[in-house]
């Protein structure tokens, strides 16, 4: 059996730990920061809430950071589940516990090859899309929303060890193999540069800003610009959850009420239901800014615009959004509804 570590215990961290623990796989949680977390593990174990509301529980082996180097060794699949900021400190605490022939993957938002690489070597590393996630909304206790994953390796091989890691990450949602992995790595960064910043401007989160339909307006001009990088870096998409780039186009021009009902679909409540709570501690962008924690947005908006400058491709709207960002961050302004009247007065 592969011993794996999970590092980080955050939404994703947590979820994929404890359901690859319930599947009987041999996993150590690694918490890089907030140390109740890391004693509630240990004294009453993880819970999982499904995206049905049942609750599951299960005892897990846990370690803090500073714990790890000095007591694990032998991994041979780890899980980054760090924030994209946090990726070079955690990752280079953990390299000596690494088994020879380990493979390291990110489930991260943002683009985090670039830093893993250098680190633990290209060889080691297999690149993992996730579009699972949830909130963790309190020590040990993690809300899923459901979500797949995509493996491959970097050069587009699918390898017997990439078919391996689909099947463990299957415990944990439904995880397929491609060829072509880095387009998948896109079109998870379209989906978080706009719809996570936006969400936390407009002071409503992910996933309850997909319900705020003048707020896709912005959207499409987020994503105009993203797939406009994307295919200046060889990545071109047809399509992103599931409008195509003439579609993106159109919105970003003004409202479009039927690719505005595709956009809220995915998490729209049922008929005859109304809309779930909003609880702006199960967004963690919003969660961060209350709190006061540095944000991930330079690994994700940050990196898109890095990009672009780098391809001679505009990302003005991108711009715009790091800008109102730094204002909150800044304390110059407070996340609402005026805000995202912000963006789409100047965007």
Not at 57 to 75: H, I, Q, Y
Not at 129 to 140: E, F, I, K
Not at 271 to 294: N, S, Y
């Amino acid at each position: 059996m592969k011993k794996i570590a999970v590092l980080g215990v955050g939404a994703i961290g947590a979820l994929v730990g404890g359901r690859l623990t319930m599947g009987g796989q041999d996993v150590t949680l690694i918490c890089t920061s907030w140390r109740a977390n890391l004693e509630w593990l240990r004294s009453d174990g993880l819970t999982i809430a499904g995206p049905d509301g049942v609750e599951e529980t299960t005892p897990v082996k846990a370690l803090f950071l500073d714990e790890a180097a000095g007591s694990l060794r032998g991994v041979d699949i780890l899980l980054a589940a760090t924030k994209s900021n946090d990726t070079e400190r955690c990752l280079s605490a953990v390299v000596p516990c690494l088994a020879d022939g380990a493979m390291v993957v990110s489930l991260q938002n943002g683009m985090n090859e670039d830093v893993i690489v250098p680190l633990v070597g290209e060889a080691a590393v297999v690149a993992c899309v996730s579009y699972a996630g949830g909130g963790l909304l309190r020590p040990g206790y993690v809300r899923a929303h459901g979500g797949r994953f995509v493996v491959g390796e970097l050069d587009g091989r699918i390898t017997p060890r990439v078919q391996e890691l689909a099947a463990i990450l299957s415990l944990a949602a439904p995880a397929e193999c491609s060829a072509d992995v880095m387009a998948q790595r896109w079109d998870k960064l379209a989906q978080v540069t706009m719809t996570v910043p936006v969400g936390a401007i407009a002071g409503v989160g992910f996933p309850a800003i997909l319900q705020v339909e003048k707020a896709h307006v912005v959207f499409g001009r987020l994503m105009c610009e993203t797939l406009s990088v994307a295919a200046a870096a060889g990545h071109p998409l047809d399509e992103v959850i599931g409008l195509t780039a003439a579609d993106w186009a159109s919105l970003a021009r003004g409202p479009e009420p039927a690719l505005s009902r595709i956009i809220s679909a995915p998490f729209a409540p049922r008929p005859g239901m109304p809309a779930p709570a909003f609880d702006p501690d199960e967004a963690p962008l919003l969660k961060d800014l209350k709190l006061g924690l540095p944000l991930e947005i330079d690994h994700t908006n940050g990196y898109l615009i890095r990009k672009g400058r780098e391809l001679g491709v505009p990302t003005p709207t991108h711009e715009l959004v790091m800008r109102v960002l730094g204002r909150i961050v800044a304390g110059d302004a407070v996340p609402g509804m005026d805000l995202l009247d912000l963006l789409l007065a100047k965007a």
